[in-house]
């Protein structure tokens, strides 16, 4: 049993990419789609599907995106953790390698990038950075 969800999905997909695996298959929740419906439009990876397995369990797959067999993705790192949570207002979300990466939060009107709380003017808990 994993206590925290959301960073078992950033070193899956962190592992994955250092091991050149095609997909990674894991535990499905609300939450982890909503981060990789980001990731998805984001272009940091190619797709994702919520499935069941044979058990019956909800499980999402999710294809990674290579770039001249090199990873979408250079760096991930969690920021808030379920010990410490890290919260941020609209006018505070912190900017990732000037621009180039994002941040991804919880607000009370979803899950969305620094770049589209600070357009809806809405802060929240800041789960993730990654470029």
């Known amino acids: 049993m994993v206590n925290d969800t959301i960073g078992d999905f950033i070193t899956r997909i962190r592992?994955?990419?250092?091991r050149g695996k095609k997909e990674?298959?894991?535990p499905s929740s609300g939450i982890l789609t909503g981060i990789a419906k980001i990731?998805?439009?984001?272009?940091?990876?190619?797709?994702?599907?919520?499935?069941e397995d044979e058990k019956k369990r909800k499980e999402l797959k999710v294809v990674l995106k290579y770039k001249?067999?090199?990873?979408?993705?250079?760096?991930?790192k969690r920021i808030s953790k379920p010990?410490?949570?890290?919260?941020?207002?609209?006018?505070?979300?912190?900017e990732v390698l000037n621009g180039l990466g994002i941040v991804i939060l919880t607000t009370p009107k979803g899950i969305?990038?620094?770049?589209d709380a600070?357009?809806?003017k809405v802060g929240g808990e800041l789960l993730c950075s990654l470029w």
């Open 15 to 18: 592992n994955a990419y250092i």
């Open 24 to 26: 990674i298959i894991l």
């Open 39 to 51: 990731l998805k439009d984001e272009k940091y990876i190619e797709s994702f599907k919520n499935d």
């Open 68 to 76: 001249k067999n090199k990873p979408a993705v250079t760096e991930i």
């Open 83 to 94: 010990g410490v949570r890290i919260y941020s207002g609209f006018r505070d979300i912190p």
């Open 112 to 115: 969305m990038t620094g770049k």
């Open 118 to 120: 600070v357009k809806e």
